[in-house]
C-alpha cells in the first residue's frame, strides 16, 4: 500500500515537470504580443480609426435614399397637392365649396432621391484629418508593442531574478546549516561556547525567513508575468537563470539617430502636426461656397404604396455660400493655428526628451557593467573570506560572531550580484527600447 502510494506521488512529480515548460524570454514576448489586452485594443483602435477614414473618403460619393411616406388629411392645401400629384384632381374641386372643406383625402408618395456633392473644399482636409488619425493608432499600436514586449522582458527578468534568489536564499540555508552543526559540535567537544550554538540558530532562523519570502516573491513574480503575456493558469512553465542578453553594443550617436528615425511615440507627434495643418485647411474653407447636385423621381398613389396613379421628377443644383456667421470661422481657425503650434511645440519637446532618454540609456548601462563586475569581484572577496574564517573558527581562532558577519555579507554578495545581472540585462533592454528597435532585436 505504501509502495504504491510513494509511486503515485512519483508520477504525480513527474507529470508536474513535464507540464512545466521551459518559458524564453522570446517566447514569452511573442506570446505578449499575441495575448496582450492592451495590444489586442490597440489593435481594434487601429481598425475603428481604419473604419473612420473610409467613412470621411465616402462623403465623395453620392447619397441614394428610397422613401415611402403615407399621409392624410382634410386641409385644403394639402388636399389640393395630393390630388395634384395623383393626377386625380377634377372640374368638381374647382367648386368653392370643395376648395374650402375639401373631404379627408390619402396619398401614398414614393421617392428616390441622388444627392451628389460636386465641390465640398471641407472633404479633403476631413479625410485627410481621418487618415492621419488612423495613421496615427497604427503608430499607437506599435508603440504599444515596444511597451509590451519591454514590460514583458522586465518582467522576465525579474522572475529570473526571484529565481536565482531563491536558489541563492536556498545556498544560505544550507551554510547556516552548516554553520550550526560546526558550533553543535564543538559545543558537544567541550571546546566551544553555547552562545555560538544559539547565535547559529538565530542565524538560521533568519536565512529561513529570507527563504519564505523569495519563494513567495518568485511565485509572484511568475505570476505577474504569467497575466502579462496571456499564459493559462492551469499550466506552470519555467525560467532559466542562464543569461540571455545577446544585445550588440551601440555607440551614442548611432542610438540618437535610431530613436529619431524609428520611435513611435515621436512619429505620432510628427503625425499630430500633419493632422493639425489639415486642421488649419479645414478652417480655411469653411471660407469657401460649396456646390452640390441633386435629382429626385417620385411616385403617388391614393391607394396602395408603391403605386403609380401619377409620377414627376426633378433635377438641379445647389450653390451653398455662407457669408456671415457671427466670426465663427474666424475664432475656429485661430484655434486650428494655436493648436499646430502646440503640436509642432510638443513634437520638439518629445524629440529632445527621445536624446536625453538614448544617452541615458547608454550612461546606465555603462554603470551598469561596472556594478556588475564590482559585484562579482565582491562575491570571491566574501566566498574566501567566509572559507577563510571558517577555517579559523574550526581552530578556535575566529568567534562565531565573526564567521556569521561574514557568512551574511557573503549572502548579501550572492543577492547583490543577482541584482546586477539583473540590472545589467534589463540595462541592455533599456538601449533598444529608448532607440525604438527593441521588438526587432528581441525577436531575430
Do not use: C
Not at 265 to 283: F, G, H, N, P, R
Not at 334 to 356: H, I
Request: no cysteine.
Amino acid at each position: 500500500m505504501k509502495a504504491g502510494y510513494l509511486l503515485a506521488t512519483l508520477l504525480l512529480l513527474l507529470v508536474g515537470k513535464v507540464e512545466a515548460q521551459t518559458l524564453t524570454v522570446k517566447d514569452a514576448i511573442s506570446r505578449a504580443l499575441e495575448k496582450n489586452h492592451l495590444v489586442r485594443a490597440a489593435g481594434h483602435e487601429v481598425t475603428a480609426a481604419r473604419q473612420m477614414s473610409i467613412i470621411a473618403n465616402s462623403r465623395y460619393y453620392p447619397v441614394i435614399s428610397l422613401e415611402e411616406t403615407l399621409a392624410a388629411s382634410n386641409a385644403p392645401t394639402q388636399t389640393f397637392m395630393m390630388k395634384l400629384d395623383q393626377a386625380r384632381f377634377s372640374q368638381d374641386d374647382f367648386k368653392i365649396n370643395n376648395l374650402n372643406h375639401p373631404s379627408t383625402w390619402q396619398d401614398f408618395k414614393t421617392t428616390l432621391q441622388l444627392q451628389q456633392p460636386l465641390y465640398v473644399p471641407s472633404l479633403s482636409p476631413l479625410a485627410r484629418i481621418a487618415a492621419k488619425e488612423a495613421e496615427k493608432s497604427e503608430l499607437g499600436l506599435e508603440s504599444a508593442r515596444q511597451d509590451t514586449a519591454f514590460q514583458v522582458f522586465s518582467l522576465y527578468l525579474e522572475a529570473r531574478k526571484s529565481e536565482a534568489q531563491l536558489k541563492a536564499a536556498d545556498k544560505a540555508v544550507a551554510d547556516a546549516l552548516e554553520n550550526m552543526r560546526l558550533a553543535t559540535v564543538r559545543t558537544a567537544a567541550g571546546v566551544g561556547l553555547r552562545s555560538d550554538e544559539l547565535r547559529a540558530r538565530t542565524h538560521l532562523s533568519m536565512v529561513e525567513q529570507q527563504l519564505f519570502t523569495a519563494r513567495n516573491n518568485l511565485t509572484l513574480a511568475k505570476l505577474r508575468l504569467a497575466i502579462t503575456i496571456g499564459w493559462p493558469e492551469d499550466k506552470g512553465f519555467e525560467v532559466p537563470t542562464e543569461s540571455e542578453n545577446t544585445f550588440a553594443k551601440l555607440l551614442s550617436d548611432d542610438t540618437t539617430k535610431l530613436a529619431l528615425e524609428t520611435r513611435a511615440d515621436l512619429k505620432q507627434y510628427q503625425t499630430e502636426i500633419e493632422k493639425s495643418e489639415a486642421a488649419v485647411k479645414l478652417a480655411n474653407s469653411e471660407y469657401l461656397p460649396s456646390l452640390a447636385a441633386f435629382a429626385s423621381y417620385q411616385l403617388n398613389s391614393k391607394d396602395a404604396p408603391f403605386g403609380i396613379d401619377n409620377d414627376a421628377w426633378i433635377a438641379g443644383a445647389t450653390l451653398k455660400w455662407r457669408l456671415f456667421d457671427g466670426f465663427r470661422r474666424g475664432a475656429e481657425r485661430s484655434r486650428a493655428v494655436a493648436a499646430r503650434s502646440a503640436a509642432r511645440e510638443m513634437f520638439d519637446n518629445k524629440a529632445n526628451e527621445v536624446r536625453y532618454q538614448s544617452k541615458e540609456s547608454l550612461l546606465r548601462r555603462e554603470e551598469a557593467g561596472k556594478r556588475l563586475e564590482v559585484a562579482r569581484h565582491a562575491l570571491v572577496d566574501a566566498e574566501e573570506t567566509v572559507r577563510l574564517i571558517t577555517k579559523r573558527y574550526e581552530n578556535s581562532l575566529a568567534t562565531m560572531l565573526e564567521l556569521l558577519d561574514a557568512q551574511t555579507v557573503l549572502n548579501q554578495s550572492r543577492a547583490n550580484l543577482v541584482e546586477m545581472e539583473t540590472g545589467y540585462a534589463l540595462a541592455g533592454g533599456r538601449v533598444y527600447y529608448s532607440s525604438g528597435t527593441f521588438l526587432k532585436e528581441m525577436l531575430k
